[in-house]
């Protein structure tokens, strides 16, 4: 059985929160008013702030050429109003290579390089990406692969997608900063 959520005649509950937010109300008078938690209304403000921003082809198109020649991932970010990591991806998926791209060392023992929203950031090692590599090969899904090397699937895809273009990547030298 589902119940009606509450939007105070707005089309939506994040439609309610955005307009009760420009008029001034705080996360908790917000919450009272649509009966949800104060975490819920700060997750419906950003997701009313993120509006989806969808790239063309033809922006796809401009912005791999100009990555080809050079622009940063942030610069790039800036001018298609999407985030740094879309602009990466894009990259990735197009094998688009800054000439200023250099590889970083693939570290050889298990690392963590921080969290994010909960969760640790592990590194991939030298003999996991030789997994990956070997699972490839041997023709199995991502969904197989990630399964098998206890990695999300997104990680698995795009490791394998910056594998593929490591051999156009030149490689710091060792002990080199980037």
Known sequence: MSHAKPTLGYPSRTAAVAALQAQGLSNGDIAAKLGISTSTVTALKGKASKPSTRLTSEQIDDLVERRERGWSYQRLARRYGVSPGAVHYQC????????????????TEPRVDGVRAGKPQRRFTADEDRALLAFEAQGLSYAEIARRSGRALTSVRIRLMTLALHEEIPTFPSGAAA
């Open 92 to 107: 990735l998926k197009h094998g688009a290579i800054s000439p200023r791209q250099r590889r970083h060392p693939v570290p």
